[in-house]
Each structure stands twice: as structure tokens, then as C-alpha cells.
């Protein structure tokens, strides 16, 4: 403050420029509220897939289709999560690519071990006979 009335600025310009330093923080520093409808709507899809899960187990549904159909909503109600609640649609691509490519790399590596589990017991077969 001293150095502001040395400098030929009065008490009033420096109160001036202080309250002028805090309306433009105030308007930079705005908080963004998503609606409450979103959340609504997300919650209720949750719902639905959760159900269709249920379902798959009512109806009775086997092997593969049933196995395929609750990995299917299960990924469809984590991927809702992430992007809504954890607020990762409105994220920068990077962090998008920091989140998603990991599951989707893990998922190609357990499909190659699928592929390459079926060839060594191929080969165990072949090889050592089908066993006692």
C-alpha cells in the first residue's frame, strides 16, 4: 500500500483495482452445475441394463450368448459411470485415452490368452493323448 501512494495512486484507485481483481476472478472462477436430468436419465439406463442382467439369469440363457450378454451390460453400465458420474465426457481426449485404452488393451490381451489357451490344449491333446 505504501508503495502505491509512492507510486501517485490514491486509497481509492488501489481499493478500486483490488475490487476489480475480484469481479474478474469471481466471473473466471465460474462453477459448472450439470442438470439434474442428466443424472435422472443415467440412472434410470442403469436400471434398465441392470435388469436386462437380471433377465439374462430369469430367462435362463446359457453358454456363450449368456456370458456375452452380462459382459455387454456390464461394460454398457461401467462406461455410464465413468462418463457421467466421474465426469470423464467433459475431460480433455488425454485423460479420455488415459481411462479407456487400458480396459480395451486388457480385453485384446485376455482374447489372444483365449486363442492361445485353445492351441496348447490342442497340443497337449495331440501330443500327450486325450488323457485318463
Not at 490514491?10 to 469471481?26: I, V
Not at 454398457?76 to 488393451?105: D, Q, S, T
Amino acid at each position: 500500500m505504501a508503495e502505491a501512494t509512492a507510486n501517485g495512486l490514491g486509497q481509492h484507485a488501489l481499493h478500486a483495482t483490488h475490487a476489480h481483481d475480484a469481479q474478474a476472478a469471481a466471473t473466471t472462477d465460474t462453477h459448472q452445475e450439470h442438470p439434474i436430468k442428466l443424472y435422472l436419465v443415467v440412472w434410470a439406463w442403469l436400471f434398465i441394463l441392470s435388469t436386462c442382467s437380471y433377465l439374462v439369469d430369469y430367462f435362463g440363457i446359457h453358454g456363450y450368448l449368456r456370458w456375452s450378454l452380462i459382459l455387454i451390460f456390464m461394460m454398457l453400465k461401467a462406461g455410464l459411470i465413468v462418463a457421467v458420474f466421474m465426469h470423464m465426457a467433459w475431460e480433455r481426449l488425454a485423460m479420455m485415452y488415459a481411462i479407456i485404452l487400458p480396459p480395451i488393451l486388457v480385453l485384446v490381451f485376455v482374447t489372444m490368452m483365449v486363442f492361445e489357451a485353445d492351441y496348447t490344449l490342442l497340443t497337449r491333446i495331440a501330443f500327450f493323448g486325450p488323457g485318463p
